[in-house]
Nanobody, 117 residues
Framework: QVQLVESGGGLVQPGGSLRLSCAASGSIFSIGVMGWYRQAPGKQRELVAGITSGGSTNYADSVKGRFTISRDNAKNTVYLQMNSLKPEDTAVYYC???????????WGQGTQVTVSS
């Protein structure tokens, strides 16, 4: 079992920045890919960014050039640096961790990000 705890959400003005953190505990040796997803009201949950244990990354087209995902394996933590935030980035952001062999996905509880003036 993997437990994930997100932090760093909040209210920010358009054009501002936030940094989300996700700390993993439990069976951390089993973690492969980690990622960030988001879900806005009335919409489906969507992938924002993912990162492998080796550091390879992928991003949704809507956040490329603005968001950066990183991972500190020593601290079992994944980060999402969000710059140039837009109102359409408003959502609950969820951290995910995939089991490296079974690909079972664990989820965090989510953290609210609101971009508004």
């Amino acid at each position: 079992q993997v437990q994930l705890v997100e932090s760093g959400g909040g209210l920010v003005q358009p054009g501002g920045s936030l940094r989300l953190s996700c700390a993993a505990s439990g069976s951390i040796f089993s973690i492969g890919v980690m990622g960030w997803y988001r879900q806005a009201p009335g919409k489906q949950r969507e992938l924002v960014a993912g990162i492998t244990s080796g550091g390879s990354t992928n991003y949704a087209d809507s956040v490329k050039g603005r968001f950066t995902i990183s991972r500190d394996n020593a601290k079992n933590t994944v980060y999402l640096q969000m710059n140039s935030l837009k109102p359409e980035d408003t959502a609950v952001y969820y951290c995910s961790a995939d089991h490296k062999y079974t690909h079972f996905r664990s989820w965090g509880q989510g953290t609210q990000v609101t971009v508004s003036s």
